[in-house]
């Protein structure tokens, strides 16, 4: 159902490759909300993913750049305003990429050259987003800025590797330029903490088919869909959150406040059992 959250807005939308991304499914939600959106992905996706269907669903354009560059920032996000006929009103960052998880090698035998870039494209191109559009004022007062992050930013989990490094650098460049921006612009800066999700860049995630598992049994509403996360962020981006700034919002079912669950201590028990 549609509420027209988002009407006359105008949003830049990073990230989306395929149905399975959180991206594509805010894309679709912000469209139907009333939003005139446009999409940018790395050059790589044009041969990857399936973009250009969204743009067209959407009645969007793609505009391909490397958010870790930015000369290729400024060209996108003058080129976005430029397109929309005005400055934007909200901003989805949905990047994220470990060359050390794809190749699979362990975080304490981390190849560092892998770990700067890990960083670089899922940390520091939120900053080099925020900072771009800061310097070519290119988002209204009370816009709104989400970026995608995970609870590994905080906890411990086993296989995400350099990603929960990532994460944490993600979550307070939301805090430390939240408070610039929203002093400057009252532009508001949030991150969302979504559950595992059956996305193309989730599932390459070392043992992510046991954590998807314990995370729906752990959690009390179960696990968040992408679908589920891409109504979330339009909130954020609407007018009924304009006082939400700097905060990591949790949208994981409860995982976040949980210790133990029922039916995760049975599972647990069940695997005793089947080892005596």
């Not at 970026?147 to 430390?176: C, F, H, P, V, W």
Request: with cysteine.
């Amino acid at each position: 159902m549609a509420y027209k959250l988002l009407k006359g807005k105008r949003g830049l939308i990073f990230g989306a490759l395929n149905p399975k991304s959180i991206a594509w499914q805010v894309a679709e939600r912000a469209f139907e909300e009333g939003a005139h959106i446009m999409l940018s992905n790395a050059p790589v996706a044009k041969r990857l993913g399936e973009v250009e269907e969204l743009a067209k669903a959407c009645n969007s354009e793609v505009i391909y750049a490397d958010a870790t560059n930015l000369d290729d920032l400024e060209m996108l996000i003058s080129a976005s305003v430029e397109k929309l006929g005005g400055k934007l009103d909200f901003v989805l960052h949905s990047i994220g990429m470990s060359p050390n998880v794809r190749k699979d090698i362990p975080y304490d035998n981390i190849n560092y050259d892998n770990y700067l870039k890990t960083l670089d494209v899922s940390a520091l191109s939120f900053h080099k987003v925020l900072q771009t559009c800061r310097k070519l004022d290119a988002i209204n007062e009370w816009g709104s800025v989400v970026a995608l992050t995970y609870i590994a930013a905080t906890r411990t989990l086993y296989g995400y590797n350099d990603m929960a490094d990532a994460k944490a650098a993600l979550e307070s460049i939301a805090r430390s330029f939240g408070y610039i921006y929203g002093r400057e612009k009252k532009v508001r800066i949030n991150t969302i903490s979504q559950s595992p999700t059956l996305t193309t860049a989730g599932s390459g995630i070392k043992g992510f088919g046991s954590l998807y598992d314990f995370s729906e049994r752990m959690s009390p509403l179960g696990n968040a869909t992408a679908e589920e996360c891409a109504d979330y962020a339009i909130t954020l981006f609407s007018d009924l959150t304009r006082k939400v700034t700097m905060q990591n919002l949790y949208h994981d079912g409860g995982f976040s406040s949980m210790g133990m669950s029922e039916e995760a201590m049975t599972q647990y028990d069940k695997s005793f059992e089947e080892c005596k």
